[in-house]
């Protein structure tokens, strides 16, 4: 079974540019999340669907991020304009079962740096 | 609000040595804990979980009990390995939302 793919790995731009993360998770999974991870933190939850529903994105700076999930599958998250504090890893997950939790499987993330 | 705290990495150890890395937390009601392994270049893994008081977890010679009285979940292997050394993360989470909340990861290097 193939795991979560997430492109690119490594993203470096420029404070005030724009960025976007691609995200397919686990074929048939229901459940997508993104987090972002800032180095020597743990990851912190930023968004979670389920199929194309957001169901919590209480953590989503929304002034600058922005995240979707056409048609149930695939996501995109996007910063636009990014800071220098988003520099962090993003990861995505997905589950099977909506609040299944003990069953996330992780995406190797994308590294930013934002310059 | 739900915390979880872990002890300050690096941990540095021999191989075959006993491992501990010790983990707290705060929560509301009966959240379900879990133990989280990174290795290098890879993604999360779940190593282990407990969903009520007093079990304990297991996989792969490493264990956790959830200890309500203390609100710990302390991981232990008895024997480490060089293959061990990852970023290891304590979480909590509720069923019924899907939502985990980590601590903030403790390196662990194991030398030959």
């Known amino acids: 079974e193939a795991g979560v793919a997430q492109s690119p790995r490594y993203k470096i731009i420029e404070k005030r540019q724009s960025v976007a993360f691609w995200c397919n998770p686990i074929s048939g999974h229901a459940t997508l999340y993104w987090y972002q991870q800032i180095l020597g933190q743990g990851p912190k939850l930023l968004i979670q669907?389920?199929?194309?529903?957001?169901?919590?994105d209480s953590q989503l700076p929304k002034d600058r991020f922005s995240a979707e999930r056409l048609k149930g599958v695939d996501s995109t998250l996007k910063i636009q304009p990014a800071k220098l504090e988003d520099s962090a890893v993003y990861l995505c997950?997905?589950?099977?079962?909506?609040?299944?939790?003990?069953?996330?499987?992780f995406g190797p993330g994308t590294r930013l740096l934002v310059l | 609000g739900n915390s979880v705290t872990q002890m300050e990495g690096p941990v540095t150890l021999s191989e075959e040595a006993f491992l501990t890395i010790n983990c707290t937390y705060t929560?509301?009601?009966?959240?379900?804990l879990f133990w989280y392994v990174q290795y290098p270049g890879e993604g999360l893994q779940l190593l282990l979980k407990a969903t009520k008081a007093d079990d304990k977890g297991s996989n792969k010679g490493f264990e956790a009990t959830y200890r309500k009285e203390t609100t710990s979940f302390h991981l232990e292997k008895g024997s480490v390995q060089v293959s061990d050394s990852a970023v290891y993360f304590c979480a909590l989470g509720r069923s019924n939302t899907g939502k985990l909340i980590f601590g903030q990861g403790t390196t662990l290097q194991v030398k030959p």
């Open positions: 669907f389920q199929n194309n529903g957001v169901v919590d």
């Open positions: 997950a997905s589950s099977p079962q909506p609040g299944d939790q003990e069953t996330q499987y």
């Open positions: 929560a509301t009601g009966y959240p379900s």
